[in-house]
């Protein structure tokens, strides 16, 4: 456990409507990433964050915005939710350590579009 | 582009084997290799790997990483039922930010 927290862990939403999830993290790291899990394509990257307010994009970045106003968290949007975006989202921190980095993933949050 | 490829794409074996996953890479930059177990919910990490030759054991676990010819296996002794799982490989790019490029993973059943 890297203290992270998703929420929420379940959603059912309709196809058009914003959707936000958020990534809580309760030990100050400062790289967090967002990644999507599906059949057939493993995890992909979506968006990462290297500190407050710096963020980039992913393999996978179309439809998905990611604001991160403080260092506890960091939020992946649906700007319009479409079927293609159901899937397993899991938000990861990265751990700093003397032989390497290591990437740690929250629990993950189940998104079904309708 | 960056590529990691596992194999077999799924494994079942009985209680009691010994199974050996696979994973090469073809990418720019490399920094680190690791892997990661997922059962119905999060990967939980297994190991990194950095350099060549160099075995890393956990148990029943173990994995070794070749450099040259760009690849790492992860071998599992005397399996369990709780070694069932996907097996995740992932390559940590250099590029600062350190994304990771994962392959599909291998499925392994073990059967009692």
């Known amino acids: 456990d890297a203290g992270i927290t998703q929420s929420p862990r379940h959603k059912v939403t309709e196809t058009g409507t914003p959707v936000t999830l958020r990534c809580h993290q309760t030990?100050?790291?400062?790289?967090m990433y967002w990644y999507r899990q599906d059949p057939g394509h493993g995890l992909r990257l979506i968006h990462y964050?290297?500190?407050?307010?710096?963020?980039d994009k992913g393999e996978v970045s179309d439809g998905y915005s990611v604001s991160r106003s403080k260092t506890e968290d960091f939020l992946l949007t649906l700007e319009s939710a479409t079927s293609s975006q159901t899937s397993v989202y899991f938000c990861?921190?990265?751990?700093?350590?003397?032989?390497?980095?290591?990437?740690?993933f929250g629990e993950g949050s189940w998104l079904t579009v309708v | 582009e960056d590529k990691v490829v596992q194999s077999p794409l799924s494994l079942v074996v009985h209680e009691g084997d010994t199974v050996t996953l696979n994973c090469s890479y073809e990418?720019?930059?490399?920094?680190?290799l690791l892997w990661y177990k997922q059962e119905k919910k999060a990967p939980t990490f297994l190991f990194m790997l950095?350099?060549?030759?160099i075995e890393k054991k956990s148990g029943r676990l173990s994995s070794i990483l070749d450099k040259k010819e760009l690849f790492s296996i992860l071998n599992i002794t005397a399996t369990q039922t709780g070694d069932s799982a996907v097996y995740l490989c992932?390559?940590?790019?250099?590029?600062?930010?350190?994304?990771?490029?994962f392959g599909t993973g291998t499925r392994l059943t073990i059967i009692p």
């Open positions: 990861a921190i990265r751990l700093q350590g003397a032989a390497g980095n290591t990437i740690y």
């Open positions: 030990e100050n790291h400062r790289y």
């Open positions: 964050s290297y500190g407050v307010k710096d963020t």
């Open positions: 990418v720019t930059n490399f920094r680190s």
């Open positions: 950095t350099s060549s030759g």
């Open positions: 992932a390559v940590v790019l250099n590029f600062g930010n350190e994304k990771l490029t």
